[in-house]
């Protein structure tokens, strides 16, 4: 991340929590953010300024290009979509490294998440102390601090009654049941956002979610599905499937709009901060058995390494798909997982790839492509809730503001 892109966030930041008392406050003014309605800068592209020189306004950028596949023809599209799979194959490769801890005999869930949190808080908590001081920070957790918890909350619990969902139902359930992710962000997005979803947009969830269906088809017929039912307990298995979808939809949503108000670094660096907390009382509480019957040794340690590694690039790049894209595209990106995870799965598990399995794949990333077929030049990356020319948010990386301001920044 460029230097001068860290201080325009800083910047916005920092006049969000100086006000007059001197004390910290997320929901800042726009005037207080700057003065954004005219931004834009001339790098040789024309697209910052007007013929007459005048810089444009967000609003007139995103109506510069009008039509079906706008954003389609934008170097922003080809970004998310790739992002989208880096994402899907983080969490490919965490689930491998939980496989493979489980095959040494060491099923610890919510413990081996816990350094994933620690590491988060050592990278972007440290760096936002630095930003904005010890006293900054401080004043940051007395007076945002629970907006904070209550993300990371929700996340923690998302992650935690998923991975135990799998230990009392099947894989196809728990998988179906996770499309209730999707639809809770979409509504939750349209109510209380005011996201408004133009028609191919549900059509490409619609065709995303037909493509996962055809995966877990192809591991049903295969009989790959997974899953102890025996014990009678797939009903608690689906309902704990159930909380951890509502709990992951709704901290989608609420981490798009918290980076599209606050640095990145900021947001992180809280999650991990508060996540550590949570999720090491929970370990603590939850995970006491599993920690003393399990295996202790070099190849366990290398795994929970990687585990750790893999998940804390997921949560560093998850924020900048929320600002270029939305908390919906992200859920229907991770959908690839699966085929992802059968990949990698031939070589580390030995398993084999079904013939739907490549049809499903491309079926999906063809959804990812109906879902922007409408959209105007900028995507979804103009958020509706930040006024007309995003006055109401920071202006950094991934944003609507700095794209319009500087049209030569990669993201």
């Known amino acids: ?52 020189n005048r810089a444009l306004t967000v ?30 194959l983080c969490i490919t490769a965490t689930n491998t490294f939980s496989g493979l801890l489980v095959e040494r005999g060491t099923s610890i869930p919510a413990f081996q998440t816990w350094f994933n949190y620690v590491l988060l808080s050592l990278i972007y908590t440290s760096y936002t ?20 918890f209550i993300l990371s909350f929700l996340d923690v619990e998302g992650n935690y009654f998923t991975v135990l969902a799998y230990r009392y139902t099947n894989i196809l359930s728990a998988q179906l049941i996770n499309f209730w992710a999707i639809v809770l962000v979409v509504v939750i997005s349209f109510l209380f956002l005011h996201v408004r979803y133009h028609p191919t947009q549900i059509a490409g969830i619609l065709v995303c979610v037909g493509g996962m269906g055809i995966l877990l088809a192809s591991d049903h017929i295969t009989g790959s599905n997974g899953g102890d039912i025996s014990r009678g307990n797939q009903l608690k298995g689906d309902l704990f499937a159930l909380v951890g979808a509502t709990f992951y939809g709704m901290s989608n949503v609420a981490e798009e709009f918290l980076v599209s108000k606050r640095p990145l670094y900021e947001v992180v660096g ?3 901060f508060w996540g550590m907390i949570i999720n090491g009382v929970q370990a ?36 900048l798909m929320f600002r270029l894209a939305s908390a919906a595209f992200f859920n229907i990106s991770l959908l690839t997982g699966n085929f992802w995870g059968v990949v990698i799965g ?18 999906i990333i ?28 920071v202006n950094g990386v991934g944003t609507a503001r700095r794209r319009a301001e500087r049209p030569n920044a990669i993201v």
Not at 346 to 363: D, E, N, R, T
């Open 1 to 52: 991340m460029e230097r001068k892109t860290d201080a325009i966030e800083v910047s916005a930041a920092v006049q969000g929590y100086q006000s007059q008392e001197g004390s910290p406050g997320i929901n800042a003014s726009p005037a207080e953010h700057g003065a954004p309605e005219w931004v834009g800068v001339d790098n040789g592209t024309g697209l910052g300024r007007d013929q007459g």
């Open 59 to 88: 609003e007139e950028i995103e109506e510069s290009k009008k039509g079906w596949f706008a954003y389609l023809r934008t170097r922003g599209f080809w970004i998310v979509l790739l992002l989208g799979q880096v994402l899907a």
């Open 129 to 148: 102390i630095y930003r904005y001081s010890f006293k900054g920070w401080a004043k940051l957790i007395l007076k945002d601090g629970w907006k904070y």
């Open 270 to 272: 809280q999650l991990g």
């Open 284 to 319: 603590g509480i939850f995970d006491r058995a599993s920690f003393r019957t399990a295996t202790w040794d070099g190849v366990v340690g290398g795994y929970i390494i990687g585990y750790t590694l893999c998940l804390t690039i997921f949560y560093s790049l998850a924020p």
């Open 346 to 363: 031939v070589k580390v598990f030995g398993l084999s790839i079904h013939w739907m399995y490549p049809i499903a794949f491309l079926l």
């Open 366 to 393: 063809g959804g990812l492509v109906v879902y922007f077929i409408g959209k105007k030049v900028l995507g979804e990356a103009r958020k509706p809730w930040l006024g007309k020319n995003q006055e109401g948010g």
